[in-house]
């Protein structure tokens, strides 16, 4: 089974074209670098749902948190850690 995971963008490295845009996305504390390809709109701040390295879709802060709390009582991730500024 695959799993797509929120993240909050903490910046985005822009592109001429929108395929090869990134991000730094944080993951409860632990930052990966991810592809907006499929997410063109996205923005820093805002949250998505993580697949493979590519964020895949956007969604609010209640969806993520509502997830965060999903997956912590699975015991498929750590509680979450808030590091925003």
Do not use: K, W
């Amino acid at each position: 089974m695959c799993l797509a995971v929120p993240g909050r963008i903490v910046s985005i490295q822009e592109e001429a074209d929108d395929a090869l845009r990134t991000a730094v996305v944080d993951f409860a504390g632990v930052r990966r670098q991810v592809s907006l390809a499929f997410t063109p709109e996205a923005r820093p701040g805002d949250y998505v749902m993580v697949h493979v390295g590519f964020a895949i879709s956007v969604v609010d802060e209640n969806e993520a948190e509502r997830i965060f709390q999903e997956l912590a009582r699975l015991g498929a991730s750590e509680p979450r850690q808030d590091n925003s500024p």
